[in-house]
């Protein structure tokens, strides 16, 4: 299963974000990495600004290239903006629905509860990360894992109506798929329309 699995502070510098959560060091060095990282730059072309854009997408979401390539053709079939079609198939990822739901602090560890087989959807259990949810179906703890310190660690606190195209009920551990999040309900930073014009050229 490929992944990333390099060095995330040195990723989120490159973009001056915190796109795999809290950064203890982002704070500190709030400049990008490198020997010359704090020193003037040059102006960045602008297929520069577009490549920035997909890498932080792909950051983001913890997708390799071939795999957001296909995604990204996938939008451009749909019907719709494509920017906003591949953000939306982006959200609708399992890894990420689980990362919604407040199941697992990050992305990386809402991978791990998939691939792990913690996480059933509409009662089976899946465990392809890159599963697409679809609006009515229900994404749920399996039984036997309700029990995980980290699953409970996570949900402390959390706060579910900050996404209003799902609902989660506690007592049961699941949630449930509303309908495809639209452009306001995704707060990720992320310019698609860069994307697009990249892949356009």
């Known amino acids: 299963m490929a992944r990333y699995t390099g060095p995330k502070t040195k990723i989120a510098r490159k973009f001056g974000e915190a796109i795999y959560g809290p950064d203890k060091y982002l704070s500190r060095r709030n400049f990008p990495p490198g020997q010359h990282g704090n020193s003037r730059r040059r102006k960045t072309s602008e297929y ?9 997408a792909k950051y983001t979401y913890g997708l390799l290239e071939r795999q957001f390539r296909n995604l990204f053709n996938k939008a451009e079939r749909s019907k719709g903006i494509t920017g906003e079609v591949l ?9 990420n629905v689980v990362f919604r739901l407040g199941l697992a602090k990050t992305r990386p560890a809402a991978r791990q509860l998939v691939s792990h087989r913690h996480i059933t959807v509409d009662g089976n259990v899946v465990n392809i990360p890159s599963y697409s949810v679809k609006p009515g179906q229900v994404v749920a703890v399996r039984e036997k894992s309700k029990s995980l310190e980290v699953i409970a ?10 996404y209003p195209w799902m609902e989660w009920d506690d007592a049961s551990k699941t949630g449930k798929i509303l309908h495809i999040p639209d452009r306001a309900d995704i707060p990720e930073n992320i310019k698609e329309h860069l994307i697009v014009e990249l892949y356009s050229k």
Not at 153 to 162: I, R, T, V, W
């Open 153 to 162: 660690d996570s949900l402390a606190g959390f706060n579910h109506s900050k």
């Open 48 to 56: 520069g600004v577009q490549l920035r854009e997909k890498q932080k």
């Open 87 to 95: 953000l939306q198939l982006l959200e609708c990822r399992l890894d």
